[in-house]
């Protein structure tokens, strides 16, 4: 958790500028990069928390009215949209930026791409030691994966599982720099990771949508713009109530040319005209012109 100081409120900021978000651990490295600069460079009176737990925590606690902002690296579901209703939390959806999710084996591993196929295979535990993929001394497989309360978790079931059940000797990690570090000391490890994530002693295989398929790399922004990368997805900002006041200011400036290089600087990429385009019809919804 990052907690901001300034101004004078309880919480180490004013009623009117303190910010509590929480969520996606893959988007809490992101999420402090964001609050860290905006406190230092844009309003050194604010004060942001960032918090992770997962996307599902993050969802949970806006709709019990117990944040401000929920980050969320998969969209909310219309099951929890009426929880939200029912509540009486209006909440209003943002796309602040984009992932690659990538596939990241140990960096011995001399396997260079995949496909979606195989990967359902290698999860579901179909396929069990890398000399099944022409690694003839990799020996057994260890698959990392996150926990269900993760969005990269349900974003990868959906995707890539088509809910079939993980393998039963999956390693499910607490957070995205868990499996990074799972990956990184197991040399026969695969696992997936927001792109920001990506560091030496793992290393990010392309990916195709069949076997025979053209191979993309996440750590290409065009192939995520475009979609050409088939594990691309947006990030996205939940904020509680039509945002106004700090919530406004932040959110306006999160999405603005600056912001959007600090999510750069973090290792994501920024939003297409497409996602700038969704961001300013809801802002007209939410009665902010």
Not at 38 to 46: F, H, K, R, T
Not at 210 to 228: Q, R, S
Not at 233 to 252: A, I, S, V, W
């Amino acid at each position: 958790m990052l907690a901001g100081c300034g101004g004078n409120g309880e919480n180490g900021g004013s009623s009117s500028d303190y910010l509590e978000t929480q969520g996606s651990d893959t988007m809490v490295n992101m999420g402090q990069s964001l609050a860290e600069y905006y406190m230092d460079e844009v309003n050194p009176e604010a004060s942001i928390s960032v918090a992770g737990g997962g996307s599902g925590t993050g969802i949970a606690a806006i709709i019990n009215d117990d944040i401000d902002i929920a980050q969320s690296s998969r969209a909310m579901t219309e099951e929890e949209i009426a929880d939200a209703a029912e509540r009486n939390v209006d909440v209003y959806e943002f796309i602040v930026g984009q992932d690659g999710i990538a596939m990241v084996v140990n960096e011995d591993n001399p396997l260079e791409k995949i496909s979606l196929p195989e990967l359902k295979q290698i999860f579901t535990g179909e396929v069990s030691d890398w000399s099944e993929l022409g690694w003839r001394n990799g020996g057994k497989i260890s698959i990392y994966s996150r926990q269900s309360s993760s969005g990269t978790y349900v974003f990868f079931n959906e995707l890539v599982m088509d809910g079939e059940d993980f393998a039963e000797d999956s390693h499910f990690m607490p957070g995205t720099s868990a499996i990074a570090d799972g990956v990184e000391g197991d040399r026969g490890a695969i696992g997936y990771v927001g792109v920001g994530y990506v560091r030496d002693g793992i290393k990010p295989l392309e990916v195709s949508v069949e076997k025979e398929g053209e191979y993309f790399t996440p750590l290409e922004a065009e192939n995520v713009n475009t979609g050409a990368y088939p594990l691309a997805r947006p990030l996205y900002f939940y904020t509680n109530g039509p945002p106004e006041g700090e919530m406004l200011d932040y959110l306006e400036w999160v999405l603005s040319e600056e912001g959007q290089n600090v999510i750069l600087d973090a290792g994501f990429y920024m939003n297409t005209p497409e996602y700038q385009e969704i961001n300013e019809n809801t802002f007209r919804e939410a009665g902010v012109e």
